[in-house]
């Protein structure tokens, strides 16, 4: 059996995973990247985005938003503000936001607010990526 | 001696009282415990934060980063965070009176002092000095981690814009149910989280050896802000809980005082009544005496 690293998904309202996986994908700064057991102390900030961890061959999905992650020790902690699993995720509510982000950003354009725009395309980018860690998960 | 009917209607509004307090207590009780596990929720996440800013700023000049720049401190500001309503003891006064002190030992040295008031408790107490630069008030009872990022960010823009030179956070600390303190801790320019000894001669050999992404400056300019935000976070949760408890211990002892006060008013309330049958006694005994008579 390959090695295990030991996964830790933190947010400021619990930990929500704690666990020995076998592999971690997660949106990093550079893009998505992945981490094995035994990788070299690392730390990256994260975007908002879909992370994947795989346990006896089952892939889990979680939609996290903006923070950090650190890998040390064979240890992998990401600190972020919100995490839900696939189904934690309320699809219809996803939608509608997709839907609204994408309407003020539409509107933004035109009046050049930053601030809503940048709100804006941070709602939007949630949206997608429960979407998508949604479509992904298991029924 | 009080007429039979003043005294019985003292008793029924202490009563009437009692339940009140009998009720906030329960109340408080029941919030206690929720803002208690929102505050133990939050506290993995805050140790490991730390954890890792340590690691980071362990091997990293503190000068480059704007939140970290120590200037000469001419300007202090206060960051006052207490709760929204009163009748919780002495848990708002403290806090309060701590600042008060902490902003004359300041003033005496030839600083100027500002304040940023959280909860409508200081808010109030404040005013009248003219000192508040910001206020957040109705926002204890329920606050999310963007309540506080919004107060976070405005205090650290005004101490990078030098508005203010060092910022000190006054709250209180939630120790246990029977006992909350109020605390004051040292918020901006950010230390260079102390190099401890156990800490840093283990970590120092293995942080050289971190691959960052993207550079460790810019993850500072990141995780810097966000360490503000986990501040004011978590005297936040500590006030909310603490305000709670403190509540509790408050409404407890309203309502063992009215137990006592009632207990006192029913024995006035029936020597009253002894009193009275006594005189109407003596005075049928003297009516038949004279009858006799």
């Known amino acids: ?139 | 001696m009080p007429s039979l009917k003043d005294v019985k209607m003292q008793i029924t509004g202490v009563k009437k009282t009692s339940q009140i307090t009998k009720a906030m207590n329960m109340v408080s009780a029941a919030k206690l415990r929720g803002a208690q596990t929102k505050m133990e929720a939050f506290r993995p996440y805050a140790g490991k934060f730390n954890e890792a800013l340590r690691n980071i700023s362990a091997n990293m000049k503190s000068s480059q980063f704007a939140l970290m720049q120590a200037r000469e401190v001419k300007t202090v500001e206060i960051l006052v965070v207490t709760s929204d309503r009163g009748l919780c003891g002495s848990f708002n006064t403290n806090i309060i009176r701590m600042s008060e002190r902490l902003m004359k030992k300041y003033e005496a040295e030839g600083k100027k002092v500002s304040l940023v008031c959280v909860g409508k408790k200081a808010n109030r107490y404040f005013r009248k000095t003219g000192k508040i630069r910001a206020h957040y008030i109705d926002i204890m009872g329920n606050f999310q981690m963007f309540n506080a990022r919004a107060i976070a960010q405005d205090v650290a823009a005004n101490f990078i814009a030098g508005g203010a030179d060092e910022v000190q956070l006054v709250y209180g600390s939630f120790i246990s149910v029977a006992r909350q303190t109020p605390t004051t801790l040292h918020f901006l320019p950010v230390k260079s989280v102390d190099t401890g000894e156990e800490a840093n001669t283990a970590k120092s050999g293995q942080t050289g050896a971190y691959i960052y992404e993207p550079s460790p400056e810019e993850i500072m300019d990141v995780l810097l802000p966000l360490y503000t935000n986990v501040m004011v976070y978590n005297a936040m949760l500590e006030v909310g809980a603490s305000e709670h408890a403190a509540r509790m211990t408050a409404m407890d002892n309203a309502t063992k005082a009215c137990k006592d006060i009632i207990h006192n008013l029913t024995m006035v309330y029936n020597k009253a009544r002894q009193a009275a049958i006594t005189g109407e006694l003596m005075d049928i005994v003297g009516g038949a005496e004279a009858l006799k008579g």
Do not use: W
């Open chain 1, 1 to 139: 059996m390959a090695e295990l690293i030991h996964l830790e998904v933190v947010t400021p309202s619990g930990p929500v995973v704690s666990e020995d996986v076998d592999i971690v994908s997660a949106p990093g700064y550079g893009g998505d990247f992945g981490v094995l057991a035994n990788h070299a102390p690392f730390l990256s900030t994260i975007k908002i985005g879909g992370l994947v961890y795989k346990k006896d061959g089952k892939e889990n999905y979680l939609m996290v938003s903006g923070g950090f992650c650190e890998v040390s020790n064979n240890k992998i902690t990401f600190l972020v503000e919100s995490a839900e699993s696939g189904h934690q995720i309320d699809v219809d509510r996803a939608l509608r936001a997709k839907e609204r982000a994408e309407k003020r950003l539409a509107e933004a354009k035109s009046q050049a607010e930053k601030i809503n725009m940048a709100r804006a395309q941070a709602a939007l980018q949630r949206a997608l990526a429960r979407l998508k860690v949604a479509e992904k998960s298991p029924k």
